[in-house]
C-alpha cells in the first residue's frame, strides 16, 4: 500500500467564493465576525472597567516575567547571534545593559503581541537589515500590523495562512505573503486565522451591563428627586365662557408644562405659580428595580471568561479564603498562554532568523520564559540560610542587589566593619570571612 502524500480532505472549501460563502469556524454572532469584531472587542477593552481588569490581571504576569534564550544545544555563536537579535539574555548569564537606539524591543513586541487576546490575532511583518561587518542579517523591526488595518486574511485549502492584505488609505492595499509574517493567533481551530478573542465569552454579559448601567443612570435622574408635576388653577369662577375658558386653561397648562420641564435642583431652584395651581414632585410607586445585584453577575461572569474568579473575591463570591485555590487556575492558564507566545516566536523569529543566516540544518535556540507565580522575594532570612550552608558565597554584586532590595544606602568601604559574636573586628571591605576561612555572617 502507498504512502499518501497528497490531501484529500480539506479545512477549507475555496471551490465557491464571496462574501456569501459559510464558514465553519465563523462566529455565530454576525456583529462578532471580522471584521466587525475588531470594532466591537475595541470598545469593550477601552469602556468596559472589568474588562480592563480582565485584560491587565491576564498580560501584566506575562509581561514581568523574565523571557531569555535557551540555548537548547545550539552552538555558542548562534545563540549569542539569536540573544543579541532579540535583546535578551541567555539562560544562565547575566543580562546584558545595551544601548536601546534602533534595536528590537523584546518587551514592547510582547506587549503587542499580547493584543492576539484583545482580538483573536495580531500579526507583525519581519523587516530585515544586512549587517555589512559580519554579512549577516539581522533583525531590524517586527512591524506591528494593527487589527483595525486588516482587510482580509487569505488561507489555503489545508488551513494554512496564506497572505493578509491592510488597507491603505488612497492607495493600493498592502498584501504580505506568510513567509514574512509571524501571526499569534490564540485558540485557532481549522482555517480560523482570526482566532477567538478572549473577550468572547464577555460579550453577552458586557452588552447586558451596559444597558442595564443606562438605565440605571436614567432611573437615578428621573426619579432621583421626583418628577414635576403642575396643576393648574381652577378657571371655573372666573365666569369665561366657554370659548374663552377653553383657549385659558390651555395657556395655563402649556405654561405650567414649560414650569415642570425647566425645573432643576440647585441653591436658586424655584418656581413662580398662578393662585390655585399647584407644582409638586411626585416619586415612584412601589420599589424601583435593583440594578446593582444584575451588574455585579455580569462582572463577575466576565472575569470567569479568563478565570480571575479572585477579581470578584470580597464583592458577592466568597472570600479571600478561596484566593489561592482561583490563583493557582489562573496561573496554570497564564503559563499556557505564555508557552503559546514563546512556540510561535521560536518557530517564526528565532528559526527564520537561524535559517537565514546559518542554514536549515542547524540547531536553533528557543524563547523561553521564568515559570509564572514561581518567583519570591529574597528575604534576609532566606539568604542568610543560603549563606550558612554555603550554597552561595556573598559578593560586591550580591551585596548590591541587598542594598537595592531595602533600600539601604550606599556602602562606604571607609567605614565598613565586620561584625562579629564580640562586636566590632575591625575594619574591612571584604565579604568573604575571617582567615580561618568561615564566611561571614
Known amino acids: 500500500m502507498a504512502s499518501p502524500s497528497r490531501e484529500v480532505g480539506y479545512v477549507k472549501d475555496s471551490a465557491v467564493a464571496g462574501w456569501q460563502t459559510f464558514e465553519l469556524d465563523e462566529d455565530d454572532n454576525p456583529a462578532l465576525r471580522f471584521p466587525l469584531s475588531v ?21 501584566l504576569p506575562i509581561q514581568r516575567t523574565a523571557w531569555q534564550v535557551d540555548p537548547n544545544s545550539a552552538d555558542p555563536e548562534v545563540v549569542d547571534f539569536i540573544a543579541q537579535n532579540l535583546d535578551l539574555p541567555v539562560v544562565g548569564q547575566p543580562a546584558p545593559v545595551t544601548r536601546r537606539r534602533k534595536r528590537f524591543s523584546w518587551s514592547e513586541h510582547l506587549r503587542l503581541a499580547l493584543t492576539s487576546l484583545d482580538y483573536g490575532f495580531a500579526f507583525f511583518e519581519q523587516v530585515y537589515q544586512y549587517n555589512e561587518t559580519d554579512g549577516r542579517l539581522w533583525l531590524r523591526k517586527l512591524g506591528w500590523r494593527p487589527q483595525a488595518t486588516i482587510q482580509k486574511i487569505n488561507v489555503d485549502r489545508d488551513g494554512g495562512l496564506k497572505s493578509i492584505e491592510q488597507n491603505a488609505m488612497g492607495s493600493r492595499n498592502a498584501t504580505m505573503d506568510v513567509d514574512r509574517l509571524v501571526a499569534y493567533v490564540p485558540e485557532r481551530e481549522g ?21 442595564l448601567l443606562r438605565v440605571q443612570s436614567t432611573t437615578v435622574e428621573r426619579n432621583g428627586m421626583g418628577v414635576p408635576v403642575y396643576t393648574a388653577p381652577d378657571l371655573s369662577t372666573l365666569g369665561l365662557d366657554g370659548e374663552e375658558h377653553t383657549k385659558r386653561e390651555t395657556t395655563e397648562i402649556e405654561r405650567g408644562l414649560a414650569i415642570a420641564k425647566a425645573f432643576r435642583a440647585g441653591e436658586t431652584a424655584g418656581a413662580s405659580i398662578p393662585f390655585g395651581a399647584k407644582l409638586e414632585l411626585l416619586g415612584v410607586s412601589g420599589t424601583l428595580p435593583d440594578a446593582d445585584k444584575p451588574i455585579r ?14 477579581l470578584n473575591l470580597g464583592t458577592q463570591t466568597g472570600s479571600w479564603a478561596l484566593g489561592t485555590t482561583f490563583a493557582d487556575f489562573f496561573t496554570l492558564s497564564l503559563q499556557t498562554m505564555a508557552e503559546q507566545i514563546a512556540d510561535v516566536a521560536t518557530q517564526h523569529i528565532v528559526e527564520d532568523l537561524v535559517d537565514l543566516n546559518f542554514g536549515e540544518d542547524v540547531q ?12 519570591t522575594p529574597a528575604t534576609a532570612e532566606a539568604l542568610q540560610s543560603l549563606v550558612q550552608t554555603k550554597v552561595i558565597r556573598p559578593d560586591e554584586r550580591l551585596e548590591q542587589f541587598m ?17 562579629g559574636t564580640t562586636g566590632v573586628q575591625g575594619a574591612s571591605t571584604s565579604m568573604e570571612g575571617g582567615d580561618d576561612g568561615t564566611d561571614a555572617p
Do not use: C
Not at 482555517?191 to 444597558?211: C, E, F, I, Q
Not at 536553533?364 to 518567583?375: M, T, Y
Open 39 to 59: 470594532g466591537i472587542y475595541s470598545r469593550m477593552r477601552r469602556e468596559e472597567t472589568q474588562v480592563q481588569s480582565v485584560l491587565k490581571a491576564v498580560k
Open 297 to 310: 453577575y455580569y462582572d463577575e461572569q466576565m472575569a470567569r471568561s479568563a478565570l480571575a474568579h479572585f
Open 191 to 211: 482555517a480560523n486565522w482570526t482566532g477567538v478573542s478572549m473577550l468572547r465569552p464577555s460579550y453577552k454579559y458586557w452588552l447586558l451591563k451596559d444597558r
Open 364 to 375: 536553533a535556540p528557543r524563547i523561553v520564559f521564568a515559570e509564572i507565580g514561581a518567583q
Open 403 to 419: 542594598r537595592d532590595r531595602y533600600s539601604l544606602p550606599e556602602a562606604d568601604p571607609s567605614t565598613a566593619r565586620d561584625i
